[in-house]
């Protein structure tokens, strides 16, 4: 470096400051980084984020069907929680009216 020559800082002096490289080199080397991140990515949503997305649709679902059949929203809440689940409201019991 000559005495007139004044050196560019931040990032434009650090990729001055690496050797020439083409660009094939420079190509394949952020293809390998992005193509990592890309990789990884893809297989958390497949591992983690599908299933889950999955079995709220199936909850969603099996509430709508318990809807349909006569159960309440408070009954279906409560059979999340893990409570028994009695008769839908509205629908004799068998044999209820029938003892005498």
């Known amino acids: 470096m000559s005495e007139g020559e004044v050196q560019a800082g931040g990032l434009k002096g650090l990729l001055e400051s ?3 490289k083409s ?4 190509s394949w080397w952020a ?5 990592g991140l890309v990789w990884i990515a893809s297989q958390v949503g497949i591992i983690v984020v599908f ?4 079995s709220t649709e199936m909850e969603s679902a099996e509430n709508q069907q318990l809807l349909t059949q006569g159960y309440s929203q408070q009954q279906i809440e409560a059979l999340n929680r893990g409570e028994p689940l009695g008769p839908p409201q509205g ?3 068998p044999g209820m ?3 005498r």
């Open 23 to 26: 660009t094939k080199d420079w």
């Open 91 to 93: 629908v004799p019991q």
């Open 51 to 54: 299933p889950i997305l999955y």
């Open 97 to 99: 009216g029938a003892m």
């Open 18 to 20: 690496f050797p020439s």
């Open 31 to 35: 293809f390998k980084k992005v193509g």
